[in-house]
C-alpha cells in the first residue's frame, strides 16, 4: 500500500514530477494523481474516449487546449454546450475576452456593455460580431441540405473555421464529432431561429443525433470519459455509452457535490449502480475547479503518453 | 434596518411562521425569507411566473408539489430537462420510487437491477415499464404531425396522462407550456430515436421551441424567475427572458457555488451585467438543497397570498 | 421501504407536519427528517445529549434556540468558541446585531465601523461596551480563584448575566457546563491577556478542563452528539465520546465537504472506522446551512417529545 | 487588462511555467496565479509571514512542505491545531500513514484497528507509540518549569524532536513561533491532562500566549498571511494581525463558502470591513483543496523568489 510522503520543492520541478508526488500528499491531490493515471490507462488500452465540458470551460483559456487533445489524438468524441460552440467561433474569429473580477460592480458593467462569467468578460460588440457571422454560414449550410443532425452541422461549421486553435477546426479535421443536446440553449438559438423565419423547412434534428451518439461506439469497443463540470454534457455522454454496455475508464471532475442527487454531483460509485460505470472499471472522481485539475491531470497524462510513444509531441 | 431576533419554538408553529422569524436569524435564513417575499410580490405584480427544474427533482416528492403550483397559478412556464418528463410519466403511471441511502453498495444495488439517484432508487423494471408506454403515444402524435415543436409534443403528451399529481397533465390542462431544449437526452430520446428508425419523416423541431419560448412573454410583461438547481433549465428561462428585456424578479435556489463560472453557480448580480435581471429588480440567491429551500419559501408565499386571496385555498 | 412521495401544501400547515413529509421529498430532506428522528431517539433513550455549535450561530438568533433548549433538558454539555460566549454576553447586555447584506461594500463598512458577519452587522461600539463589561467580571471572578478551569469560569460569568435568553445564563441554572477549548481565541482572548498582565498570577487552566469534559461522562452513559457546524467544537466533543466509549447517537449538520480530509467535513461514517461513532448507532449527516436545518429538525424533535411528555412545552 | 489566452501542453513543462499560464485560463486558475504573486510581493516587502494550516494537512504529505518553507524562511510564525502537532511528532518517529481509499468501508477499518482521515489512515498502534514518545518529553519540561505558554512549549519540544522534515524542529531552529490556541483539542489534551494528574502545578497557560502572538508582529511591520483551511487557526492569526493593524498582504485558500457566516468561508472582502485586511492590500481567495492548490503557488512563488535571490534555492 502507497504510503504519504513529505513533498519538498526542488527546483525547476516539472508538472509531470508534482502530479506523480500529488499520489503521495493526500485528499484530492491523490484523486487528480489517480485521474492522471486513467487517463493514461484508458489511452493506452485504446479505448475510445469521450470528452465531455461546459460552456465556461471554452469561455476560459482551456479551449485551446480541447483543440490541441483532439489534434493529439486524446479524444474521439465530444458533448457540449451551445455556448462552447458560440464562444469557439467567437475566439477563431478573433475575439479576445478578458480577465477580470468576480466581485466586479455589475450593474457598472452592463452599462459599459460588458457581460461576466465569473472572473472573465464579453463585450456585447463581440456578441453582435457572432450575429454578423452566424448568417453567411447558416446560409451555406442551407443551401447543401435542409435537415441536419446536429454533429453534422457542426463538422460543416467546423470545415468554415480557420484557427487551428479552434475546437470545432480540429474535430472536424480529425472525423472527432461534436454532440451538442441542446443546440438551441444559446444566442446560437437565436441565430437558428431567425433562420428557421425566413426558411421554414430549415430543419435541425436533435433525434437523428441520438442514433450518431449511439453510433459512436459499440458493445466492443473499450470506452472511456472524461467529464469536466456536470449538466447536459455529462448526462449524455454517458447515457450513449450505458446504452452500448458502460463504461471501462471514467474521470469525473466537477465542483458539484453528491449530496442533492444531481447529475452534476453524481459520482462514479453511483454510476455503477446504473451500469453505466463497469464495476471493475477504473474511476475516479476529482473534486476541485477544471481549470486548475484538469491541465494538471492531463499534462502528466501527456508527458508519460509521449514518452512512451502513444502520443506524438507537443 | 431589521434586527437579529433570538429564536424560539413556540409549540404547533406553522411553517408559515417559522419562514418568518427565519427573516431575523442569519445568514441563509434571511435569504430564504427573502425569497418567499420575493415570490409574494411577483405574483402580486401578476409576472409571469418562469419555474425550471431539473430532473432529479422530478424523482423527488417534488413533483407533486409542482403540479401543485401550476394549478395554483404560480406557473406559467416551466423548464426542465428529459429526465423530469420521463419520470413524471412514469408516477402518472403508477410507478413508486423508494427511499434508499447515500451510501449504498452501488455494486450490489446493479446486480439487483436498482439505479441510484442520491438517496432515491429506481429500478429496471420500472424504466422498461416507461418504454412500453411511450410506443403508443408517439404513434399516435405521428398521426396527427410528423413534425413537433418540443413544448407542443409535451402538452400533447400531457393531455394523454391521467393523474392530476403530474406536471405533464396540469401544464397541458392550465396552458402552462413545458420547454425542454435537450428533449433527447434521457431514455425519451432512445424512445424518439427507435420512434424515428421507423418513420425517417419524424422530426423533434427544436428550432420552432426557441421561437415558441422568445414568445412566452413580451417586453412589456413583469417577469419573474423561479430556478431550482442550475443547468440548462436554467439558463434557457434566463435567455429567454434577456431577450425580452430582462426579469423584474428572480429567485436562485442552488447548491452549486459562483466560483468557478458555471451557469449552475451563477449569481443574480452576475445575472445583471448581463441584463438578465434588470438592475432594479428583487433579486435573491439561495443557497441549499431545494428538497428543503424550495418548500419552505414557497408554503410560506402560499400562505401569505391565499390570505390575501391571491391564490386560491390548496 | 419507504417509498417517494409527491409533496403537497396544505393550508395552515405546521413545521412538524412539514418535516414528516421531508422524509418522503428526496437527497437532504430525506437525511433531515432522519436527523430530527435520531435526536428524538437520543432523547427517549436518555442520553447525554453534546450540543456543539460555531460563533456565528450566536451571532444568528439560534442564540435563543440553544437558551430555550438547555431550558428544555435537551443540551447536557455544550462545546464551543470564544466568539460565541462574547457575542452571548453582548446580547445579554442588550446589544442588537443588524440584518445586512452579503454582498455589501466591505470598506464602506469599515469607515462606519460596521463589521460584518456574512449578512450580519456589528458595530465597533458594541465591541467597545463588551470591553467596559469584561473587567469587572473578570475582577469579581479573581477575587474568589487566581487558577480557573474554562467551563467553572464560564458557569461563574454565567451566574452574573442577567437575561434568560442567554446561553451562559441558563447553562450555569442548569448545571450544564459549557466547554470552550480554544478560549483565547476572540476579543475575551484580548481581556484575559489585558487582566493578567495586572495579575500576573491569573491563570486560565485548560488541561484542568480536558478532565472535566472526559467526566462530563462515563463509558456507562449513552451518550448522543448534535454537532452544529465543524471546527474544534465539533472535534472536542467527539474525542471526548471515543475516550468514554463513542457516541449512541449522532447527527451531523454542516455545509463543509468530506472531500478534503478535514474534522468539519468529516462524516460520521469516517466517525466509525476511529470508534467515534460506535458502529451499530443511528447517525445522520445533514448538508446544509444550519439557520435552517438546525430549526426544522429540532422544532419536529420538540413537537414529538412534547407530545409524548418527554419534554416540557414551550 | 490581461485576456484569456488559449492554453496548451509543451512538453517538459514546468510548474512554474503552468502557473504563469494558469493567470490566463479562467475561474480559480486565475485566482491562483494571483495569491502565488500575492506571495511574492508579500515576501519582496519583508512582511512579517503568517502561516496557518489546520491538522488535516499535517496529516498529509504537506507537512515536509511547511517545514522546509520555514527552512526557506518563507514562514515567520505558525498558528495550527492539536491534532498537527501530534501527527508532526509521530512522523519524526518514524510513523508512516498509508493512502487509503474516501469510500473504504469504516466498520471494517475500525475492526483493524485503522483509523481514517479522508483518504488517508492511521493506526491505533501510531497513536499508542505517540502516548510513549510523550511522557517523557513532558516530564523533561516539568524539570524546567512548572507553567508554560504553549508557543514556548512547543518549541522545547521542537529542539527534543530530531527530523529536519518536522515543522516542530524547523520552527524551534529558526525561531518560528507556533501558536496553538487549542492545545488540548487531541490525544495531546489527553496526555497533558494525565500528565497533570500527577503534577497539579502543572500549567499550560493560554493567556500568555495571547500576549505572545500580540508581540510577535508590531503596527509597523509589513504583514502578510497565508491561510489554509479556516477554523481557529485562520481566525487567530487574523485577529492577532487586526490587533496590530491589519493585513497588507492576505490569501486565502480554502474549499469553505462564505454563505452561511463561517469563519472558515470568511473571504478577504468581509475581513476588510473589520479592518482585518487593509482596505488597499494585496487579498486574494482561492477555492480548492489545499493539498493541490498550496504547492501550485508556493513552487511557483519560490521559483520567482530564489531566480531573484530572494529565498535560496532547494
Given at each position: 500500500m502507497a504510503t504519504v510522503k513529505d513533498f519538498n520543492w526542488d527546483k525547476g520541478m516539472t508538472v509531470s514530477e508534482l502530479v506523480a508526488r500529488f499520489g503521495h500528499i493526500g485528499f484530492q491531490s491523490i484523486e487528480l494523481a489517480k485521474a492522471s493515471e486513467t487517463i493514461v490507462k484508458m489511452k493506452k488500452a485504446s479505448a475510445k474516449i469521450y470528452l465531455t465540458f461546459t460552456s465556461n470551460m471554452v469561455t476560459s483559456g482551456l479551449r485551446g487546449f480541447f483543440a490541441q487533445l483532439i489534434a493529439l489524438g486524446m479524444a474521439d468524441v465530444l458533448v457540449t454546450t451551445a455556448g462552447a460552440i458560440e464562444e469557439d467561433i467567437m475566439k477563431a474569429n478573433g475575439e479576445k475576452f478578458l480577465v477580470g473580477?468576480?466581485?466586479?460592480h455589475d450593474v457598472a458593467l452592463y452599462e459599459k456593455g460588458v457581460n461576466r462569467v465569473g472572473n472573465i468578460y464579453i463585450t456585447n460588440e463581440q456578441y453582435a460580431r457572432l450575429e454578423n457571422a452566424m448568417l453567411p454560414m447558416l446560409s451555406k449550410l442551407y443551401g447543401k441540405e435542409k435537415r441536419w443532425a446536429v454533429s453534422v452541422l457542426l463538422r460543416e461549421i467546423g470545415l468554415m473555421?480557420?484557427?487551428?486553435?479552434?475546437i470545432l477546426y480540429q474535430a472536424a479535421r480529425h472525423e472527432v464529432p461534436i454532440f451538442c443536446?441542446?443546440?438551441?440553449?444559446g444566442s446560437l438559438g437565436f441565430h437558428l431561429f431567425l433562420f428557421q423565419q425566413k426558411h421554414p423547412d430549415f430543419v435541425v434534428d436533435v433525434v437523428a443525433d441520438f442514433r450518431n451518439i449511439l453510433l459512436?461506439?459499440?458493445?466492443?469497443d473499450v470506452k472511456g470519459l472524461i467529464s469536466l463540470g456536470g449538466s447536459i454534457s455529462k448526462h449524455h455522454a454517458i447515457l450513449a455509452c450505458l446504452l452500448n454496455g458502460g463504461l471501462d475508464y471514467a474521470v469525473y471532475m466537477t465542483t458539484a457535490r453528491h449530496t442533492s442527487g444531481s447529475m452534476s454531483g453524481a459520482t462514479t460509485s453511483e454510476a455503477k449502480s446504473w451500469g453505466?460505470?463497469?464495476?471493475d472499471s477504473d474511476a475516479v472522481t476529482v473534486i476541485g475547479d477544471v481549470s486548475i485539475t484538469f491541465p494538471l491531470a492531463m499534462v502528466r497524462a501527456l508527458e508519460v503518453l509521449s514518452s512512451e510513444g502513444v502520443v506524438k509531441n507537443a
Open positions: 473580477d468576480f466581485s466586479a473555421v480557420n484557427d487551428p486553435c479552434s443536446p441542446a443546440i438551441t440553449d459512436s461506439s459499440s458493445h466492443d453505466k460505470v463497469k464495476d
